[in-house]
């Protein structure tokens, strides 16, 4: 008896907007413990940091809030820096080289090459580091290692149950949102960064646990670190149409400074590339640059969050300005290139906003505080490539709605120019050097546009079930189209009803066991078939043929499978794509001129 694989409960009027099941709620449910652990690893973390700098600028033991400028030891200050480098070196080349970097390429190598599995020396190891990076005055922000960390526990977690790589990145990602909503208050932004950088999707699947996890980060913030707003600013009047144009021009100068100071960090990386020393080495000699340049300006020693709300303030104004800029670009981009431990976020947001506020001071509308906000903004999102996260991680931080617009015209106009400028950000090149390509753009998948009728051929190639394997031979051998083109043959009983499906390897192997050849087709061919309907999704005939191991479908009718109304092999899913191709590249005129075109006359 013929066997044919059919699911007539997945019939075309019964597509949906999403694939997502019932599992969002399991996910939506063990993403609230991640938020909490996300939470408490951030408090850790800053506490951490916290004693780190008083200990060593202060030489005490205290987990009140300092900045290493007020410090305590005179010159000394300028070798802290390489102290704590030698041990981040120590521990990454004895315990983990992934401790290395800004924390959200690794999150991302992770997430798209590691199947979302994170080792927990990593969770460990990973803060403790970034806390004596930061603690002993190096120019960096908590948010790369908080997003790392919290990630790896995300993952960790997942693995405590029998979850898919899928679902082990969205519960990876809500751990690294979670940290986020955590050490900025920001719970909005963290999705955002989620969505825009993290994910590589858009789906209720992913999106929905990473949301409850940012809430929940969001929330257990609270009694851990107190309420935000953490950069509060008195709110600025409503956008004027002259503080149009100054936003739009603020985003394309920080936009330029973004591409500036991504080749710098690896242009200093691509020189310790070259010292002929072992990399555990180098980011002592990084910290050796930011130990002078704390020397010149302490300013630029540390996480820098006092400076950030002096700068959104409009508190710092002239060469203080100038000196803050270029001395914590060249710190920052000598650390960073030497690989050691720290986030990116928090130095773009004080060379962005010393940049807006430069800017600002010749402008016809709004106060430097304003620009320096659009500013961190922009570079925010233009550096990262994550315009929505800049604009929204600005708005909560201060909460300035009035400021909005403004953020917008400045992150829209800094992407512009860093896409059209750069190939790659200051993520993504981190991994390209390592032989890794990541997309960022976002776009339905042109086989879940597309149903199977669009592209199925319906010359069939056929052959009736009585006929012999050395017949179909001499068919193919002769180059007789009917069969000669295909790599599968459809078997058609007396009744011109499908019976099964012969491959050239079918055909192969028969002649080899058939030496009378008296084999019929049907005896070589194979009848538990798998088949597809015209209403179907290519997406999901291409999931049979990849679950099924099969290079083609017969297409029937979905009342009636026995009748073969089309064949869909891999030629025909390749012209799907040229389709693509097509509408990407094929530029003509639309009809509608063809309306007020006189028509020519044939007389």
């Not at 002239?318 to 976020?345: P, R």
């Not at 906003?353 to 925010?380: K, T």
């Not at 042109?446 to 394997?469: G, K, N, W, Y």
């Not at 083609?552 to 979905?558: E, G, T």
């Amino acid at each position: 008896m013929d066997t044919f694989m059919t699911d007539k409960n997945i019939s075309g009027d019964r597509l949906a907007d999403f694939r997502t099941d019932r599992r969002v709620l399991l996910l939506s449910a063990l993403a609230v413990p991640i938020g909490a652990i996300s939470a408490l690893v951030a408090k850790a973390l800053l506490w951490l940091i916290a004693v780190i700098t008083n200990a060593a600028f202060f030489l005490r033991f205290s987990a009140a809030p300092v900045v290493p400028q007020n410090h305590h030891v005179g010159y000394w200050a300028a070798v802290v820096p390489v102290v704590g480098a030698l041990i981040i070196g120590l521990m990454a080349r004895y315990g983990s080289e992934k401790i290395r970097g800004h924390g959200i390429p690794e999150a991302l190598e992770a997430i798209l090459l590691g199947r979302s599995l994170v080792q927990a020396r990593v969770a460990i190891l990973k803060p403790i580091s970034s806390a004596i990076s930061i603690g002993t005055g190096g120019p960096f922000g908590a948010e790369g290692p908080i997003i790392m960390t919290g990630g790896a526990f995300g993952s960790i977690f997942a693995q405590l149950f029998h979850l898919s790589a899928a679902e082990r990145k969205t519960l990876l990602v809500a751990g690294a949102a979670g940290g986020m909503s955590a050490v900025f208050a920001t719970p909005v932004a963290a999705v955002l960064l989620a969505v825009e950088l993290l994910l590589f999707e858009w789906k209720p699947r992913s999106f929905i646990p990473v949301a409850v996890a940012s809430i929940a980060a969001a929330v257990l913030r609270v009694p851990l670190l107190g309420l935000g707003p953490i950069f509060p600013v008195t709110p600025h009047a409503i956008l004027t149409a002259g503080a149009v144009g100054v936003a739009l021009a603020v985003g394309i100068v920080v936009g330029l400074a973004s591409c500036l100071l991504t080749m710098l960090v690896y242009a200093w990386e691509d020189l310790f590339q070259r010292l002929p020393l072992h990399w555990m080495w180098w980011p002592a000699i990084g910290a050796a640059v930011v130990g002078l340049g704390g020397l010149v300006d302490p300013r630029v020693l540390g996480v820098g969050y006092e400076t950030i709300h002096s700068l959104m303030r409009g508190e710092m104004l002239g060469s203080a300005l100038i000196s803050l800029l270029f001395l914590k670009a060249l710190v920052w981009s000598v650390a960073l290139g030497s690989g050691t431990s720290g986030g990116v976020l928090a130095p773009l947001l004080i060379m962005g906003g010393a940049l807006g506020a430069l800017l600002g001071a010749w402008a016809p509308a709004g106060d430097p505080g304003l620009w320096a906000m659009v500013g961190m903004a922009a570079m925010m999102g233009g550096t990262m490539r994550s315009p929505l996260t800049g604009m929204v991680f600005a708005l909560e931080l201060s909460h300035d709605l009035n400021a909005l617009p403004a953020l917008l015209i400045g992150c829209v106009a800094a992407l512009g120019v860093t896409v059209l400028l750069m190939r790659r950000s200051i993520l993504t090149e981190k991994l390209a050097r390592r032989g890794q390509h990541i997309a960022r753009e976002y776009s339905v998948d042109l086989f879940e546009l597309m149903r199977v009728r669009e592209v199925m051929d319906t010359e069939l190639p056929v052959i009736s079930a009585d006929a012999r394997v050395s017949d179909l031979s001499d068919l193919i051998a002769r180059g007789d189209p009917t069969v000669a083109h295909r790599q599968g043959t459809l078997i058609l009983d007396s009744e011109r009803r499908l019976s099964g499906i012969i491959t050239r390897a079918d055909v192969v192997k028969a002649l080899q066991q058939d030496r009378d050849g008296t084999m019929t087709v049907l005896e070589a061919g194979r009848r538990d078939l798998i088949v597809t309907y015209p209403d179907e999704l290519v997406r999901d005939a291409l999931e049979k043929m990849l679950k099924g191991n099969v290079g083609r479908l017969p297409v029937v009718d979905r009342e009636d499978p026995g009748r073969v109304v089309g064949y869909l092999g891999r030629a025909s899913i390749l012209a799907a794509r040229f389709r693509l191709h097509q509408e990407e590249e094929l530029r003509e005129r639309g009809t509608i001129l063809n309306q007020f075109t006189p028509e020519r006359s044939t007389v």
